[in-house]
């Protein structure tokens, strides 16, 4: 098992322009995350899904869009990137919010707007 | 709103030194509990977690955490620790409505 994998590993936008995160996982995981990790911040979570074609917002979702269509794959979209949203992003997923579910990451994705 | 707070930003000590990182969180429900560590240039890594029962909680590496419910803690320890724990760690919290918040994380430096 490849267990969660991102793409792509690095990218630098410019302001104003958009892109798509790609988050895929082959454990047949209910729950994925989206999440923004910046310095003395922690782990911050974006959005995140209970389930194939569901998301809800997590604590900062502004500027973000997510969609997950399949239930291997979860997308984070930027419509239109700002500096702000400079940061390194982690995918996770879960078997689910029972008492035995726990989080397994993915390599991450450091995201340079200028 | 469900929290997690670390109330250590940056901890420096030497090898050998005992070591206790400390996590609370806000709420009042069933919770999971986790700590999870960043190795420089690395993802995340599962440390230990508790779900129910005993609470005190061996995890990898010699770590150990306890569940104190009346404290909402969950503080993170070891015994000695050594140059190779150097890391950042991450306290979370797991609801059964699914969100996996995290705490602000606790940069640990071990000098040799």
């Known amino acids: 098992n490849a267990g969660v994998t991102q793409t792509p590993k690095f990218r630098v936008l410019k302001t104003g322009q958009s892109m798509t995160l790609l988050c895929a996982q082959d454990?047949?995981?209910?729950?994925m995350y989206w999440y923004r990790q910046d310095p003395g911040m922690g782990l911050r979570l974006i959005h995140y899904s209970v389930g194939e074609g569901t998301t809800a917002k997590g604590e900062v979702p502004d500027g973000y869009n997510v969609s997950r269509l399949k239930k291997q794959n979860f997308l984070l979209g930027l419509e239109s990137a700002a500096p702000s949203q400079t940061s390194v992003y982690f995918c996770a997923s879960s078997s689910g919010g029972d008492l035995r579910s726990r989080g397994y990451f993915g390599p991450g994705t450091r995201l340079t707007v200028t | 709103a469900q929290s997690v707070s670390q109330h250590n930003h940056h901890v420096i000590l030497s090898e050998a030194a005992s070591l206790e990182l400390g996590c609370n969180y806000s709420?009042?429900?069933?919770?999971?509990l986790f700590w999870y560590v960043q190795y420089p240039g690395q993802h995340l890594q599962l440390l230990l977690k508790y779900f129910s029962g005993d609470p005190l909680v061996k995890g990898i590496k010699g770590f150990e955490a306890e569940f104190i419910k009346s404290k909402f803690s969950f503080n993170l320890r070891k015994p000695s620790v050594q140059w190779s724990d150097t890391a950042e760690y991450f306290c979370a919290v797991n609801n059964q409505g699914g969100k996996l918040i995290f705490g602000q994380g606790t940069e640990l430096s071990v000098k040799p």
């Open positions: 454990m047949n995981h209910e729950y």
């Open positions: 709420y009042g429900g069933t919770v999971n």
